[in-house]
C-alpha cells in the first residue's frame, strides 16, 4: 500500500520569499503523484499533478513540483509567495490502476509581509 | 459546471442523534469518496463508491456510519446515533474513472456533535 510523508508540518515565510514543501512517497509500483491546497473553511483545490513524462510539472498560482523517482519525492516550491498562498498543502499519491488517493497529513504555510 | 456541492455546510446536533450529510456529484464524475478530515488524524477516506455501487468502505468508523448512493447524482452519509468524537469536517470528493485526474472536492460539512 502506499503512504505519504510530508516533512514539514509548519513553513513560516515572508511574502516575495521562496518556498519548499517536501513530500515523500512509499509505494511498490509506480504511481500518480499530486498536491492540494486547502484555503480556511474550503475543500481541498488541485494544484498539479504527475502522471508521466517530464518530471517538471507546473501548476496553478505559480507553483511547480518535482518527481525525483530515486529519492521517490515530489517537493512543491514557488519562487515568491504571496500573502494569498497562506494555506495547507496537501500531498497525495495514488497507486496506477488503482482509485485510492492516500494524502500526507498536510503541511500549514503562512506567509507574512 | 457547479462543483460537487455539500449540504449542510454546518451541522450542531447533541450526542445521540441523527445526522445525514449530503452530496451531489460533478455531472459524468463515476466515482464518488467520503472523506473526514480532523486535526488529529488528518484525512481519511471513509467510503468509495464507483458507478454508484459502493466498492471498499474499510475506512467507515462504526456501524453506526452508513453511507448511500441510490443514483448517479445524490449521495448520504448517515450517522446514528452520533457521538461528540464524530465532530469533523465531512469532505465528498468525485472524480472520472480512477481519478487519474485528481479528485474534485466539495466545500465539506463541518460537524459538531455536543
Known amino acids: 500500500a502506499q503512504s505519504v510523508t510530508q516533512l514539514d508540518s509548519q513553513v513560516p515565510v515572508f511574502e516575495e520569499a521562496p518556498v519548499e514543501l517536501r513530500c515523500n512517497y512509499s509505494?511498490?509500483?509506480?504511481?500518480?503523484l499530486f498536491w492540494y491546497v486547502q484555503y480556511p473553511n474550503q475543500g481541498l483545490q488541485l494544484l498539479l499533478k504527475?502522471?508521466?513524462?517530464?518530471?517538471l510539472v507546473k501548476g496553478i498560482n505559480g507553483f511547480e513540483a518535482e518527481f525525483n523517482k530515486s529519492q521517490t519525492s515530489f517537493h512543491l516550491r514557488k519562487p515568491s509567495v504571496h500573502i494569498s498562498d497562506t494555506a495547507e498543502y496537501f500531498c497525495?499519491?495514488?497507486?496506477?490502476?488503482?482509485?485510492?488517493?492516500?494524502f500526507g497529513a498536510g503541511t500549514t504555510v503562512t506567509v507574512r509581509a | 459546471d457547479a462543483g460537487v456541492i455539500q449540504s449542510p455546510r454546518h451541522e450542531v446536533t447533541e450526542m445521540g442523534q441523527e445526522v445525514t450529510l449530503r452530496c451531489k456529484p460533478i455531472?459524468?464524475?463515476?466515482?464518488l469518496f467520503w472523506y473526514r478530515q480532523t486535526m488529529m488524524r488528518g484525512l481519511e477516506l471513509l467510503i468509495y463508491?464507483?458507478?454508484?455501487?459502493?466498492?471498499?468502505d474499510s475506512g467507515m468508523p462504526e456501524d453506526r456510519f452508513s453511507a448511500k448512493m441510490p443514483n448517479a447524482s445524490f449521495s448520504t452519509l448517515k450517522i446514528q446515533p452520533s457521538e461528540p468524537r464524530d465532530s469533523a469536517v465531512y469532505f465528498c470528493?468525485?472524480?472520472?474513472?480512477?481519478?487519474?485526474?485528481?479528485?474534485?472536492f466539495g466545500s465539506g460539512t463541518r460537524l459538531t456533535v455536543v
Open positions: 497525495a499519491v495514488s497507486e496506477m490502476n488503482d482509485y485510492k488517493l492516500s
Open positions: 455531472s459524468g464524475h463515476n466515482s
Open positions: 463508491f464507483n458507478n454508484n455501487v459502493p466498492i471498499d
Open positions: 509505494s511498490s509500483v509506480s504511481v500518480y
Open positions: 504527475y502522471l508521466s513524462g517530464s518530471t
Open positions: 470528493a468525485s472524480s472520472l474513472g480512477q481519478g487519474i485526474n485528481g479528485y474534485t
